[in-house]
């Protein structure tokens, strides 16, 4: 069964214009980490700011100031977008992650990242 659904994949995908990405759009973005924050009893709070078009790029920076030491992160995003579905509703990213975090001293980080988006509406909030 694993090998089937391996073997259709990349039908299904193309089956529903699996594309790289061609529009453009802005996305501004609050984050909050409810869980850290009842934990902890204070508040994670950031926001990130992202163009997306056939390239994403995207930069952000968090506060959690409750920690010993405190915590504060800039980070920032590089990558490719691609689309699928009729109206191409669902975005697919992926692309390295690279930032500094500072609690006693700063400290680099570095990773992968990857994620799917769905659009639920065509009007912005």
């Given at each position: ?68 030491d405190g915590y ?44 799917i988006d769905f ?7």
């Amino acid at each position: 069964m694993r090998n089937l659904l391996l073997i259709l994949i990349p039908f299904l995908m193309n089956a529903q214009g699996f594309q790289l990405k061609n529009t453009e759009d802005f996305t501004l973005s609050t984050i909050l980490d409810p869980g850290a924050s009842i934990k902890e009893g204070g508040l994670f709070i950031g926001a990130e700011i992202e163009y997306s078009g056939t390239v994403y790029t995207r930069v952000g920076v968090a506060n959690f100031q409750v920690l010993k030491d405190g915590y504060t992160e800039a980070i920032g995003g590089i990558g490719l977008n691609f689309t699928s579905g009729y109206f191409e509703n669902i975005r697919y990213y992926t692309g390295i992650r690279l930032g500094v975090i500072k609690r006693k001293a700063a400290n680099a980080t570095a990773g992968l990242e990857a994620g799917i988006d769905f659009k639920i509406g065509e009007k912005p909030l």
